[in-house]
């Protein structure tokens, strides 16, 4: 579909040309100046009357407040729940979170309702999806790409886990709390958008290696969504009200392409791997949450910085792999990292792998023969990225962080996701690719040289 628009996904459903049908339960989408104000009538339309909000210390200051008065002028009915936020860095979206949202669950309310939009998102969808009600939306900056989306990625056991979540029915933005959002939230935000031009290529490269399902009308979407966000990121910095609006549609259109391939991934590869490895480390060490888009940016110049060297690539001796296969295969070695690696959620990586078998003999074989096939049209996949030096000085300009020194990720943690963060899920990307044809080991120390203090 040509110039994709957040109205013709709305509450719909079609048959796509890749023989799939498509759907998304999101309905409404209200961008406007004094949104809130149309709350009551919205829980109206859609017939619900006693909504159990929550929010945090920050987002009831910056919205939640205004939500209240707007329901109590209304004769609305409602249980207010604030999560304290941490003095400093962010609130983690963690079991002991969802605990205290749970101890506080109004059981008579009829919808949940979540104000702010990173953290308290995800706790609000994913506890709409467990308690079976329906979930609407308040957002307070256009931060990260889960706005309506129907999965949730939640630290359990210290591990980050991405889990089915509700999709709102509704979202609801003003205008001017959006475009007042601080810059770094701004620049979160677009960092987590121009994070799809990985992701879409980790995407297509596993559809060429492993067959993995692909669709090109919603990589399509995805695509204009981040060249829509590319040409406005200017416009951030002055927290333009058009460049905040292209930027929350796109954002939006992220949430609706997951939706629509019923999981996260047109929007989540290496990049992101990098940032959960990093969030995990971070709350392992008690370091202040640093913004998941914030650290997807870093990510994506990082993973961009790998497609454009295997662009350049010889063609690898596939015959030399082969013979030094044994050397690298999981075994007691690898144990031994996973554990100095993941810490506490090492058990939860090591499951994981017997369970998909990512580094196993077989599937490694398998995909060495087809990586050999169809090494030229790997190389061209690789030659249409944009160059890491593009994106890193785009986040420059923005003001955002774009080395990990900058959030203080120390060189240890970057060489570490760069060689292992490919353990986390079960999920075909360029760091895959790269171990398969052993050269990620290499690459890692190359990457940590250029771009760590």
Known sequence: MQNPSIEQYLNCSFTCDCGRTHKSLFAHYIFETGAVAKLPGLLAQLGYSRPYLISDTHTREIAGVRVEEVLDRAGIPFTSHVLKSPENGDLAADEYALGSVAMANDREADIIISIGTGTINDIGRYFSHITGRPFLLVATAPSMDGLVSGVAPLIFHNMKITFPAQEPLALICDSEIMANAPLKMLAAGAADILGKYNCLLDWKLSHIVNDEYYCDTIAGIMRTAVDRTMESTKGLASHDSKAVSVLTEALVLSGIAMDFSENSRPASGAEHHQSHYWEMQFLFDGIPAVLH?????????????????????????????????????????????????????????????????????????????????????????????????????????????????????????????????????????????????????????????????
């Open 293 to 453: 888009g914030t650290k997807v940016g870093i990510g994506t110049v990082l993973m961009l910085e790998l497609y454009n060297r295997l662009a350049q690539m010889e063609k690898p001796d596939f015959d030399a792999i082969r013979e030094k296969i044994g050397d690298r295969l999981t075994g007691e070695a690898w144990e031994k990292e996973m554990h100095r690696c993941y810490r506490e959620g090492a058990e939860g990586i090591i499951a994981l792998e017997k369970k998909a078998g990512k580094n196993d003999r077989e599937g490694l074989l398998r995909r060495l023969a087809v990586i050999e096939a169809r090494w030229d049209e790997i190389q061209e996949l690789a030659k249409t990225a944009p160059k890491a030096a593009e994106i890193y000085q785009v986040l420059e300009e923005m003001g955002a962080a774009k080395r990990p020194a900058d959030v203080g990720i120390p060189r240890q943690y970057v060489y570490d996701s760069i060689r292992y963060g490919k353990e986390l899920r079960d999920r075909y990307t360029i760091l895959q690719l790269m171990w398969d044809i052993d050269g990620l080991k290499e690459e890692a120390e190359k990457l940590v040289e250029k771009y760590c203090e």
